[in-house]
């Protein structure tokens, strides 16, 4: 177990719908990152947050946003989804901004099926 | 742009083994660290081991060792006494400088199956 809590494990939704996955951090960890996993483009890097501020961008789609709270717990919302979508989200959270050895833990993943 | 390739879909060892993984990089960055994880059958991405550009020793961390040639750009995984339970998929992920910060840029994936 990471310590790194990701919600819900699984997630079944239609196309055209909005659904928010929430991200918990390992205790002390000040950056999440979400990534996507699919079998035609692997794992994708979306975005990092640090210490509620966006730190990075990746490819992530307009359709898409994230946000972390003064918790510093974290959402990524997808909207307007597409068949395309369905995937395995990641979030990952470390102690720092991401650099030097600065390691990223893996929660278990959210997996969406948009039908 | 960082780009990391592993070139092995799949790979086969015998139960108490040593198997080597392959992974090799691109980047124009001189700071960079190199990652391998581990994505057993249930889905979890589980650290195994780091390895930072201006390392001079190879990493280890248990039966895990990093096999870094840097002049080559690899970054090979080396696991020891192979057991049933290493079965699972491994990656190799790169974090490059400048503003990439925490980004990390992930090969495909080798599938590695230990027969008992």
């Known amino acids: 177990d990471s310590g790194v809590t990701q919600t819900p494990k699984h997630l079944i939704t239609a196309t055209g719908q909005r659904v928010t996955l929430r991200c918990s951090p390992r205790?002390?960890?000040?950056?999440v990152y979400w990534y996507q996993q699919s079998l035609d483009q692997g794992l994708q890097f979306l975005i990092q947050y640090y210490n509620g501020e966006e730190r990075a961008k990746g490819n992530i789609l307009e359709r898409f946003s994230a946000q972390q709270f003064p918790d510093l717990h974290s959402e990524l919302n997808l909207s307007s989804l597409e068949l395309g979508d369905s995937a395995l989200y990641f979030c990952?959270?470390?102690?720092?901004?991401?650099?030097?050895?600065?390691?990223?833990?893996f929660g278990p993943g959210t997996r969406l099926t948009v039908l | 742009a960082q780009k990391i390739t592993q070139t092995q879909p799949g790979m086969f060892v015998q139960e108490k083994e040593a198997v080597t993984l392959d992974c090799t990089y691109d980047t124009s960055d001189p700071s960079y660290g190199l990652f391998w994880y581990k994505q057993p059958s249930s889905g979890e991405m589980i650290f195994l081991i780091y390895q930072g550009s201006y390392d001079q020793q190879n990493a280890t961390e248990g039966r895990y060792s990093l096999n870094f040639q840097k002049a080559r750009k690899s970054a090979n995984l080396v696991i020891s006494a192979s057991q049933l339970g290493d079965s699972a998929m491994y990656f190799c992920a790169m974090r490059a400088g400048g503003t990439s910060y925490g980004k990390l840029t992930f090969g495909q994936g080798t599938i590695l199956t230990v027969h008992p």
């Open positions: 990952a959270s470390s102690v720092e901004g991401g650099m030097g050895t600065d390691t990223q833990y």
């Open positions: 205790s002390g960890d000040l950056s």
